[in-house]
């Protein structure tokens, strides 16, 4: 199987600050990659670069390769004519993402018309059938309606509706479910995985949130402090974790068998972007830090098909984690 | 626990709000964030009270420590009326009972560095002699694992996570009985979180702390809890022992939340959502039981007849007509 988008080497540098580096990453056809990591890890910024989305002031350097091509170096109005075309994005906060002046109809027939040239009355059933699509109830008329007027759920609802507009191959969702409820967040990834299967497209999924990758990725890609650290198949992340901060992430969220028992938790707290250390990152945090540790980033390498870490004390971690 | 007087008891709890504005007026269409709740909390436990946004927890902690006055109900504290003290009786309520919230860098003075911080509180609750202070200031703050020379730091130098640390230090430097907690691990990420529900666990045990703690999240509720309330639309409608609320809850809206809650076993997923449907609106609770419109079990009774609670022997309670 030939990958649908490939991410090879992507840096990205604010100012000073190195937020992505060196990340390298395949999304096959059909499936849901997990981006997972806590508040700056680089999970966002590294699904932002894939659309140039980025602040003017960052330095991308990498490839990002869709289809053959190097979204990196293509020129802006062919970009834009694939954002929201072939790769759509949906956002964390779907009311700042809307236009508040314009009815949710309006903005779904905008897409419609910008990328497969639908207008007048086949655009407004089109429209009203991507509102039924991510169940919208009463779409026909919800198609007059201001995004002030939907909940939380419903606004997301009708941003995955907006995103899916173009048909797109790869949808980019960034925490699409974090400012929600767990019910409606639970209807939410219910919708995503139901449309990955009918409409046959990728996701990213970016999250903090190891349930939620869990329960909706098919593949995850684990990121520290700008850097991959484990990438897996989800049955191999969460059965067999082979990093440890995989580990120690995974020890970090309360399980019903240990209730009310001191958790396993990380020591300290991520590393100042200003002043990474110069071996792995995780190093000071770590309960399996070697010598070896401190002197060099560990590059990724391959365990099994499809699995890798960045842990030079993976061994050791993974006798711990059976 | 529960043959020993309660340490706090509250019964049949309301409080409305006008819809725009802050005024309560009998003409303006009323949110009912309390709808009549009654619970207790023993000492020494953890109470956790769990729901979605707008069921009434985080009204019900505010109003637990008269941050916001309710139109109804008694709260009674240790034997005293709470709604009718005044004066230094209210004072010195106020420190028994201790509230942290979410958001500790809102809570915390941006001027003042922990240690004053910490001091004013020993100082105006005279907790230690003048001369102790600084000691004392000491102790805390290893208490809550941050280094003796945070003191000399103002809130804004410190991580979320530190923050929160701060936070409970000042909260516990006046030797409360009672901590309300408000969502305060919610916004700190994973391997923090784990951080602080370690020191939440620690200094309940060695303190012999009663603990109100809200949350939405089910997994650091079910990590915490002695004791589970659920909250829907302003009233509790399950009340039991974690064990019992997490493995055999009575009531629908529960079941759905403990689906909906994203477990950590990739190969138990399910392509179907726990719960249809959304919140209706809190200015127009449903007649009935308020659950009925998304309940998947409902029938006729529950869409006219509120339903009385039902007890099961070892106390676990539930406000549904189905409930067994």
Redesign the interface.
């Known amino acids: 199987m030939t990958a649908l988008l490939s991410v090879r080497n992507l840096s990205v540098r604010l100012g000073p600050v190195m937020a992505v580096q060196d990340v390298s990453f395949d999304v096959e056809p059909g499936e849901v990659l997990g981006l997972v990591g806590e508040s700056g890890s680089g999970k966002s910024m590294t699904l932002r670069a894939i659309l140039r989305l980025l602040p003017q002031a960052a330095d991308v350097e990498g490839a990002m390769l869709w289809r053959g091509r190097d979204l990196a170096a293509l020129p802006e109005p062919e970009l834009r004519q694939l954002r929201g075309g072939e790769i759509a994005i949906v956002f964390q906060e779907p009311m700042t993402a809307l236009d508040p002046v314009l009815t949710v109809g309006l903005q779904i027939t905008e897409s419609l018309a910008e990328h497969l040239g639908l207008r007048g009355r086949a655009a407004r059933t089109r429209a009203a059938e991507l509102l039924d699509l991510v169940g919208i109830p009463d779409a026909r008329r919800r198609l007059g309606s201001y995004p002030h007027e939907f909940s939380g759920g419903m606004r997301q609802r009708a941003m995955i509706a907006i995103a899916l507009a173009a048909g797109p191959k790869l949808l980019l969702a960034d925490e699409p479910t974090t400012a929600l409820d767990v019910t409606i967040q639970d209807q939410i990834l219910k919708l995503l995985l139901r449309l990955r299967a009918e409409l046959s497209m990728s996701v990213i999924l970016v999250t903090h949130d190891l349930g939620i990758v869990a329960e909706t990725c098919d593949r995850v890609a684990v990121l520290y402090s700008g850097r991959v650290m484990e990438t897996g198949p989800v049955e191999t992340i969460f059965g067999q974790p082979a990093h440890a901060y995989t580990l120690g992430l995974i020890n970090s969220v309360p399980q019903a068998s240990d209730a009310r028992q001191r958790l396993a938790a990380i020591p300290g707290m991520p590393p100042d972007p200003l002043a990474i250390p110069p071996g792995c990152r995780f190093a000071p945090r770590c309960g399996f830090v070697g010598p070896d540790c401190l002197t060099r980033q560990p590059p990724l390498r391959a365990l099994a098909t499809g699995h890798a870490t960045a842990c030079l004390h993976a061994d050791a971690v993974m006798r711990k984690a059976a | 626990m529960s043959a020993a007087a309660p340490l706090l008891r509250a019964d049949d709890l309301a409080r409305g709000f006008a819809a725009r504005g802050i005024v309560w007026s009998g003409a303006r269409p009323v949110v009912r964030a309390l709808n009549g709740v009654t619970l207790t909390i023993a000492r020494g436990e953890t109470l956790a009270v769990v729901g ?2 707008g069921c009434g927890k985080s009204t019900l902690a505010r109003a637990l420590v008269r941050l916001i006055a309710l139109d109804a109900g008694r709260i009674d504290f240790a034997g005293e009326d709470v709604r009718a003290l005044r004066g230094d009786a209210l004072r010195r309520y106020n420190r028994r009972v201790q509230m942290i919230f979410q958001d500790p860098y809102g809570s915390l003075n941006p001027r003042m560095t922990v240690g004053e911080m910490l001091g004013e509180a020993l100082r105006v609750h005279r907790i230690v002699p003048s001369a102790r202070i600084a000691s004392r200031v000491a102790e805390l703050l290893a208490m809550v694992g941050l280094a003796a020379d945070a003191a000399s730091h103002l809130p804004h130098e410190f ?1 979320g ?1 530190q923050r929160q640390r701060i936070a409970i230090a000042r909260a516990l430097s006046v030797e409360p009985e009672l901590l309300i907690a408000d969502e305060i691990v919610s916004s700190l ?7 602080i ?2 020191l939440l ?2 200094l309940q045990t060695r303190l012999g702390l009663a603990m109100l703690f809200v949350s ?1 999240d ?3 509720v ?3 809890a002695h004791r589970v309330a659920v909250m829907y639309l302003g009233r509790v409608v399950e009340l039991g022992t ?1 064990e019992s609320v ?1 493995d055999a809850p009575m009531h629908p809206y529960t079941q ?2 403990l ?9 138990r ?1 399910s ?6 449907g ?2 209706p609106s809190p200015l127009a609770i449903p007649p009935g039981c308020p659950f009925h419109p998304r309940c998947p079990i409902a029938i006729d009774v529950c869409r006219v007849e509120r339903p009385a609670p039902r007890v099961r022997a070892d106390g676990h309670r539930a406000e549904c007509h189905l409930a067994t």
Request: aromatic content about 2%.
């Open positions: 979605e946004s991580s996570g990420d994973v391997s923090i979180q784990a951080q529900l370690n666990l620690e939405h089910l997994r650091v079910r990590h915490l974690a997490f759905a939340l689906r909906a809650a994203p477990g950590m076993q990739p190969g997923r392509d179907k959502a726990a719960l249809a959304e919140l």
